[in-house]
């Protein structure tokens, strides 16, 4: 069973940074993060395909939002930059121990609120 806890969310203005962690029991799988607002579907942000390494984000962030993970200290990091009211949502952090997707998962966190204004 894998264990996932974020933190770094917050209320930030337009055009702000964060940086969202994650601190999991392993980060050697394809991990990701993924965000939900009220009433829309859940939209796949980042992810890191473990079997190259290679970082996958949604058009909708790329260029703003940078995804990497420390394997020595087992955590998952999203740095959220140029940020947009549309960036207002949950954010997860997520693994999944095969078939690397970045929006499909296993296992994934509580949760942390990202609020833009």
């Known amino acids: 069973h894998v264990q996932l806890v974020e933190s770094g969310g917050g209320s930030v203005q337009v055009g702000g940074s964060l940086r969202l962690s994650c601190a999991a029991s392993?980060?050697?799988?394809?991990v990701s993060w993924f965000r939900q607002a009220p009433g829309k579907d859940r939209e796949g942000v980042a992810a890191i395909y473990n079997a190259n390494g290679i970082a996958n984000y949604a058009d909708s962030v790329k260029g703003r939002f940078t995804i990497s993970r420390d394997n020595a200290k087992n955590t998952l990091y999203l740095q959220l930059s140029s940020l947009k009211i549309e960036d207002t949502a949950m954010y997860y952090c997520?693994?999944?121990?095969?078939?690397?997707?970045?929006?499909?998962?296993?296992?994934r966190g509580q949760g942390t609120q990202v609020t833009v204004s």
């Open positions: 997520a693994i999944r121990l095969w078939e690397c997707s970045r929006t499909e998962y296993h296992y």
């Open positions: 392993t980060v050697r799988y394809c």
